[in-house]
């Protein structure tokens, strides 16, 4: 207890808090959560119950927050439970309970409280997690309470918050016999002896449901008999119950029944029909006497009954002979209203195998999976396949269900099922799947030779739809190992086999990025010219081909028309799935933005793509998604935090045996941050992990790695220059063939600095002129700065002090618009070699403020409401408030006009 509250001190003080209660059924999760929320004083309470029969309905738990939340519901969470629509992505409803919350902290304290997550449905905890990690200065404490043993792919997510030091992790166990006595006591038992709590603690392990059941039960004499008279085992809880149930008259009993035939929580309407009760409220008021049902407090009003606790439930439902229990599954499927609740009634009634009813649940899973609910369809597949009379039929049932449970994220639960699909017969289908869960659990020479010899067992006339997935497949693992010219020809693999089928998802923007990995930028930017600007209202049929184009624009040097492409995109994977696109185009968004010099926003979008990508799974993406955050974060001299990036990127590295996005941008994540700190050793010790993987396509490509250069001038400056020139020379001539003005310019800067190391200081001259030329016109003011940075560097040594400052002035310019802060000390130490003190910083330096501050001053900036940078920002609107006064208070300013004259006034210039 004393660690809550502990908790809800920080949650009081602004800080966000999350607390998971673990222990063994009937422990005393509830209880303690309940004696908690009695005692934290104003704390508004939003709470939802997990169900083991409704784990499998899309965010049932979100929707139980939504009721309890009352009041306005924000757009992304209306509709969850809408019949037929297309199911909501979990990072949109995520960001929809960010929207909620931020609305509800005018007042006390939100307590966000799940009990029973065990059977949380997937979709909402990935949509919690989502909005947990969003949460920054909100005064929000949630409390997950869990039975041991739950399965880690549910909890995992909230289990790593707590372990990244966002909460606590508290595991009950049994009760003491001191503990034991005090219950008794706050019961109005009486004082037990030392003894007969020992023997209570004995029989009981502790567990405090069974515990108060004895002593509710047993009257005090029974509990002081000597121990050759036993007490009753906890295994005996039933009993307990089953006695409350005979002591009730007909009409309760045939209630009680019914309610849990239907559930955990049952409409009271559903339940007396099920029982056959007209009037079913003297009947209810009788189980409620009893403690058999009780009315939730946050469904009074609805029409609600539940169970106390679900071991009630269970005791009166296993109670149930087989005969009665399967007719009143067979007539509460007549009942209830939605086909999901009523084919579980069917197939709880089933008796053994039932080719009708495994064909409507593979019906009901295609309807699932064309709207998106990918756990929804993944389970309807599962209980198909147990009801199907042919082994053929399970296979595939079992097959499809692990597909979807890939394309919903859920790759622990998929890869659960890898050694039972394994044994089945060899197919196509069956060789698809392994190569999937190969892939994407970090194995990509495993994945390819399954998924080739899948495609090649396909008969395209009549398989043709299952040879567009794997060939699409194939070819983003080729893109994710850098393989161009590959992932482009399996990208057209797919368009082929589809044929007049349904439009293969990414297909083009794989082939557009193919075709730029491999050199052919030109054909690249023609296959994806025809696509109309893109917005923010694009349908999953049409958002097809701009990720590719955004990627292929990048490399092209047109980083404002990538970032034109990626920022809907992203918006609308974000909002709609799939994950694993909303991952790939923040990733490049994050990058585009860094060389176009709005670091704020790469910040935000390499994070944002971190923070998707591990709650979804897609490891795969992850170390690209690391380095998006790092690189501006290193570059602005955020040591820790771009560090803690770069970490996480090699740790992905180390199991996803990806070339190029995981391994070169892991190396390349280090570099960054050993450059910006000036240890040239270390980048040269990070990029020589790629030395073996040159010749690797996209790796030797100019323009999108860029390993070369951060290689060859980390080389020179440590006097290594016969190997700086092995590694400049290939990569110089390259970005010359392809004409690539960044990659020429940055190969340029670094040949400067070979002649300049070997003496010959006019062609080093030359070669830093005609790298700024290079860069004439293109919006990369950060590899501009350094060009610039570099040339007065060497002009200053060369006495040429006139010429030096103009090039280390428009350098610090650019740094100190960046908050480059080790670049920007970097040229104060030249402009003072040169006889020029260094530049008096201004009041509102965006140094002096977080990077997330930064990035709110800048919207404000900008003309956005609070509300306008929260939904950009996928925070509260209590979190911008937040950092706005900080702001406030660090820069002595008092309204908002003046934070826009302090954004936009120029720093001081060098004097």
């Given at each position: 207890m004393r660690s809550l509250h502990a908790e809800l001190s920080q949650v009081r003080a602004g800080t966000p808090r999350l607390i998971v209660v673990e222990g063994p059924a009937g422990v005393g999760k509830t209880a303690l959560v309940r004696r908690f929320l009695s005692e934290a004083g104003d704390l508004r309470a939003l709470a939802a119950n997990g169900e083991e029969v409704e784990a499998l309905l899309p965010y049932g738990i979100v929707e139980q927050l939504i009721r309890a939340a009352g009041g306005p519901v924000p757009e992304r969470l209306r509709g969850l439970d809408a019949p037929g629509g297309q199911a909501p992505d979990p990072i949109s409803v995520g960001a929809g309970l960010v929207e909620l919350l931020g609305t509800l902290q005018s007042g006390a304290p939100i307590a966000l409280v799940i009990d029973d997550a065990q059977w949380a449905d997937r979709p909402s905890l990935q949509a919690l997690l989502f909005a947990l990690r969003r949460l920054h200065a909100d005064r929000v404490l949630t409390l997950i309470s869990a039975r041991e043993g739950a399965p880690g792919e549910l909890l995992g997510g909230l289990h790593r918050l707590v372990d990244n030091g966002r909460g606590t992790r508290v595991r009950l166990h049994g009760l003491d016999s001191a503990a034991i006595r005090e219950l008794a006591a706050a019961m109005g038992v009486g004082h037990l002896s030392v003894r007969a709590t020992e023997r209570i603690r004995e029989h009981t392990q502790g567990s405090p449901l069974h515990v108060q059941a004895l002593l509710e039960e047993l009257p005090v004499e029974t509990l002081e008999r000597p121990a050759d008279v036993p007490l009753p085992s906890p295994r005996n809880f039933s009993a307990f119950v089953l006695g409350r149930l005979a002591g009730a008259d007909a009409d309760a009993k045939r209630l009680v029944i019914a309610a849990a035939v239907v559930g955990v929580r049952c409409p009271l309407s559903v339940g007396a029909e099920l029982a056959e009760l007209a009037d079913p409220l003297p009947a209810l008021e009788q189980a409620i006497a009893a403690r058999l049902l009780e009315e939730p407090r946050s469904d009074v009003g609805r029409g609600i009954i539940a169970f106390p606790h679900p071991l009630v439930r269970a005791a009166v439902y296993h109670d149930l002979g087989p005969v009665r229990r399967a007719t009143l599954h067979a007539r509460a499927a007549e009942l209830v209203e939605d086909e999901a609740s009523s084919l579980r009634h069917r197939v709880a009634a089933a008796q053994g195998q039932d080719a009708r009813l495994s064909a409507d649940l593979a019906a009901f899973a295609r309807g699932e999976a064309r709207r998106g609910a990918w756990a929804s369809a993944a389970d309807a597949l599962l209980s198909a396949g147990r009801l199907a009379l042919a082994g053929p039929q399970r296979d595939e049932c079992l097959l499809r269900a692990v597909e979807c449970m890939l394309n919903g994220g859920d790759v622990t639960g998929a890869s659960a099922h890898t050694k039972v699909i394994a044994g089945l017969p060899g197919s196509p289908r069956r060789d698809y799947v392994l190569g999937s869960l190969a892939g994407m659990t970090g194995r990509p020479q495993d994945a390819e030779p399954l998924l080739i010899g899948a495609y090649e067992q396909c008969d395209l006339r009549t398989q043709g739809g299952l040879a567009a997935d794997i060939a699409s497949h194939m070819a983003h693992l080729s893109l994710t190992r850098g393989k161009g010219s590959e992932g482009a020809t399996w990208a057209a693999r797919a368009v082929d086999a589809a044929g007049d089928g349904p439009l293969v998802p990414n297909a083009l923007s794989c082939r557009i990025t193919g075709l730029a990995f491999s050199g052919r930028i030109a054909e690249a930017l023609a296959a994806g010219a025809a696509l109309p600007e893109p917005s923010t209202d694009m349908d999953h049929a049409s958002m097809d081909g701009y990720t590719g184009r955004g990627y292929a624009r990048y490399i092209d040097d047109d980083v404002l028309g990538a970032r034109a492409d990626l920022e809907p995109i992203s918006i609308v994977c974000r909002r709609r799935g799939p994950a694993y696109l909303a991952v790939a185009a923040l990733l490049i968004l994050a990058q585009a933005e860094f060389r176009s010099g709005a670091w704020d926003d790469a910040v935000l979008h390499g994070e944002l793509a971190t923070s998707i990508g591990e709650e979804t799974d897609q490891y795969w993406l992850l170390g690209g998604a690391h380095f998006g955050a790092c690189a501006p974060l290193a570059a602005r001299g955020e040591y820790d935090a771009a560090q803690a990036h770069?970490?996480?990127?090699?740790?992905?590295?180390?199991?996803?045996?990806?070339?190029?996005?995981?391994?070169?941008?892991?190396?390349?994540?280090?570099?960054h941050v050993a450059r910006a700190r000036g240890d040239d050793e270390s980048v040269a010790r990070a990029l020589e992990a790629l030395r073996p993987l040159e010749d690797v396509e996209v790796l030797r490509e100019p323009g999108i790695v860029g390993w070369q250069e951060l290689y060859a001038d980390a080389l020179v400056t440590l006097g290594r220059l016969d190997e700086g020139e092995a590694v400049l020379a290939p990569y110089e001539s390259r970005a010359t063939e392809r004409g690539r003005r960044s990659a020429m310019a940055g190969a340029a800067r670094v040949r400067a600095r070979l002649w300049a190391a070997r003496g010959q200081a006019d062609e080093a001259v030359r070669s830093f002129a005609g790298g700024l030329a290079h860069l004439e016109g293109l919006p990369l003011p950060f590899e501009r700065a350094l060009t610039e940075l570099d040339f007065g560097a060497l002009l200053r040594r060369e006495g040429r002090r006139t010429a030096a400052s103009a090039q280390l002035r428009a350098a610090h310019d650019a740094f100190s618009r960046l908050s480059a802060r080790p670049f920007l000390e970097r040229c104060d130490r030249e402009l003072a070699g040169c006889g020029l003190a260094p530049a008096r910083r201004h009041h509102a330096?965006?140094?002096?403020?977080?990077?997330?501050?930064?990035?709110?001053?800048?919207?404000?900036?900008?003309?956005?409401?609070?509300?306008e940078i929260a939904n950009e920002l996928v925070v509260s609107v209590h979190t911008v408030e937040f950092h706005l006064v900080n702001v406030f208070g660090k820069l002595g300013i008092k309204s908002r006009s003046a934070l826009v004259a302090a954004m936009l006034a120029p720093a001081d210039a060098p004097s």
């Open positions: 770069a970490d996480a990127a090699a740790r992905v590295a180390a199991v996803v045996g990806s070339e190029f996005v995981s391994s070169a941008f892991a190396a390349m994540a280090s570099a330096e965006p140094n002096r403020l977080t990077p997330r501050e930064i990035t709110v001053a800048r919207l404000v900036a900008s003309g956005k409401s609070n509300r």
